[in-house]
């Protein structure tokens, strides 16, 4: 073999394995260059439209995850109860929409933790009902998003709790978005609505003060995470490691306290 036949055969080796390189890392997201995000983007502060632009937490923390995966991310609007059949059905890369990671979402995806944060109770203001935490909502009717984990975490109660005290069971009626659960209250077709703190905060701002949060503490203190199909294991495990790099970097945690959110672990 010439020198001049091993330079060409070496030569298409690189182009191969670089081409293969590519293929490879394309088949990891849906579209080259883009990190698509589905997400219900009703649900300040984690996400929300200021104009076209989407913006919150969840934009903010996807920029630099973006930044160490050298991918561009890309929002794409759908209700909180499509999310997981979107993922499923390959419409996205991943899940950003301040889910709580719960063992049955586990078993279906890949979970990536990124922050953790606690719920408030929204109700009307001047209302005669005004819990103050989770036991004070037997009996009441409470607007939640279809898919959210309260809804089990609140039946539970029903079935225990409520139920041990003679109480009747807590009355769940499901919303579209959030910003139609607070229209619901304040229309008075349900009575309270159970919301991460940092949208019930902003809800409160928005209707002006015409909503307030009764809760005196926290309640559901959760993880909340970055969602990935099972079989992509090589995203799930780039994203750990971004995620891994913006927490000892300090952008995740400046983020963090921004949006009043405190780090997963």
């Known amino acids: 073999m010439n020198k001049m036949t091993r330079k060409i055969l070496s030569t298409t080796s690189l182009l191969?394995?670089?081409f293969l390189a590519q293929v490879a890392g394309a088949a990891d997201t849906i579209n080259a260059g883009k990190l698509t995000i589905g997400s219900d983007i009703t649900y300040p502060p984690f996400e929300s439209y200021d104009g076209d632009k989407v913006v919150g937490f969840d934009p903010e923390v996807a920029a630099?995850?973006?930044?160490?995966?050298k991918l561009?991310?890309?929002?794409?609007?759908a209700r909180?109860?499509?999310?997981?059949?979107?993922?499923k059905s390959n419409k996205f890369d991943m899940l950003m929409s301040g889910m709580y990671i719960t063992p049955?979402?586990?078993?279906?995806?890949?979970?990536?933790?990124?922050?953790?944060?606690?719920?408030?109770?929204?109700?009307?203001k001047g209302s005669?009902?005004?819990?103050a935490t989770e036991k004070d909502l037997c009996g009441v009717k409470v607007g939640l998003l279809p898919g959210e984990s309260y809804a089990t975490k609140l039946n539970e109660m029903s079935e225990t709790y409520c139920k041990e005290m003679g109480k009747p069971a807590v009355k769940i009626h499901e919303f579209p978005s959030a910003p139609e659960v607070a229209q619901a209250i304040l229309s008075g077709n349900v009575d309270a609505q159970v919301i991460i703190n940092g949208a019930a905060k902003l809800t409160v701002e928005k209707t002006k003060g015409r909503l307030n949060i009764s809760s005196t503490d926290?309640?559901?203190?959760?993880?909340?995470g970055i969602f990935v199909n099972k079989e992509n294991k090589v995203l799930t495990t780039n994203i750990e490691k971004a995620v891994a790099t913006i927490?000892?970097?300090?952008?995740l945690p400046a983020l963090l306290e921004k949006y009043d959110l405190s780090p997963a672990y």
Request: proline share 7%.
């Open 104 to 124: 049955s979402r586990t078993e279906a995806m890949n979970a990536v933790p990124y922050g953790r944060v606690g719920a408030s109770i929204l109700v009307k």
């Open 72 to 77: 561009e991310p890309a929002f794409i609007d």
């Open 247 to 251: 927490m000892e970097n300090g952008s």
């Open 128 to 131: 005669k009902i005004q819990p």
């Open 64 to 69: 630099l995850i973006g930044e160490q995966l």
């Open 218 to 224: 926290l309640i559901y203190p959760s993880v909340i």
């Open 16 to 18: 191969t394995a670089g």
């Open 80 to 87: 909180f109860a499509s999310l997981v059949v979107g993922l």
